[in-house]
């Protein structure tokens, strides 16, 4: 079964300044997606951002990035200029890419708490 | 881009009564939803995958006789939560399968109270 880790239960940050959120996942499988989803204090669960297990590249979304290590299996979410809206809880989370089942289910991280510092 | 919504968004009921949710997909079809549970300061707890038209498929330990769910229509799915007892209150969240992704779409969330 893939697990999904997130080491950091919080993380602080000030505004305007660079964080990054870790993640380790764990899967013997070799194409998937990892995501990183944002939930605000509304709890409405928004995505970040997307990355395929067979693309090289990190994928890159405005002011968000990852660094995805496929086989050290690592995947972080770097924010740049951050700013007071970013202040949620993250989840990164896995998905095979393709799904015998045809469920297509996420596994999430605990998250990571992040706070903005004015 | 895709929405999916609850109804209803916060809800108070009495031990011992039932309780229905609704998760609709507002502008496209979802054949796969999903409902999760989620205890403050703690990760999405998938509960159940729903296909329209067939069973929902539980999670090993999550009671499908209380936590009766049905995908009658391709934008329509409800959870029941039956008999609900104060250990039942949490939030609850749907989301709803889409696009070239097979992304997850996920609803407002419904806060449930049981006194």
């Known amino acids: 079964a893939q697990t999904v880790t997130q080491s950091q239960p919080e993380m602080s940050v000030q505004e305007a300044e660079t964080v990054t959120l870790s993640c380790t996942y764990d899967t013997s499988e070799s194409d998937y997606y990892l995501f990183w989803y944002k939930q605000p204090p509304s709890r409405q669960m928004i995505l970040v951002i997307r990355?395929?297990?067979?693309?090289?590249q990190n994928a890159t979304e405005n002011r968000f990035s990852v660094n995805f290590q496929k086989a050290a299996k690592s995947f972080s979410l770097k924010i740049s200029d951050s700013q007071l809206g970013d202040a949620a809880m993250y989840f990164c989370a896995y998905r095979d890419l393709y799904s015998g089942a045809g469920s297509y289910q996420l596994t999430f991280g605990k998250g990571t708490k992040l706070s903005v510092i004015p | 881009g895709a929405v999916v919504s609850q109804h209803p968004s916060w809800v108070i009921c009495k031990s011992g009564t039932s309780v229905k949710i609704e998760c609709r997909s507002l502008d496209f079809q979802a054949t796969t939803m999903f409902w999760y549970r989620q205890f403050p300061k703690q990760s999405l707890m998938l509960m159940a995958t729903?296909?329209?038209?067939?069973?929902?498929?539980?999670e090993q330990g999550v009671e499908k006789d209380k936590f009766l769910i049905n995908h009658a229509s391709l934008t329509l799915s409800t959870l029941t939560v039956t008999s609900a007892h104060p250990e039942d209150s949490s939030f609850y969240i749907c989301?709803?399968?889409?696009?070239?992704?097979?992304?997850?779409?996920f609803g407002p969330g419904t806060r449930l109270t049981v006194l």
């Open positions: 990355q395929e297990a067979y693309k090289q």
């Open positions: 729903s296909n329209e038209g067939s069973k929902a498929t539980y």
């Open positions: 989301s709803a399968r889409e696009g070239p992704y097979n992304e997850q779409f």
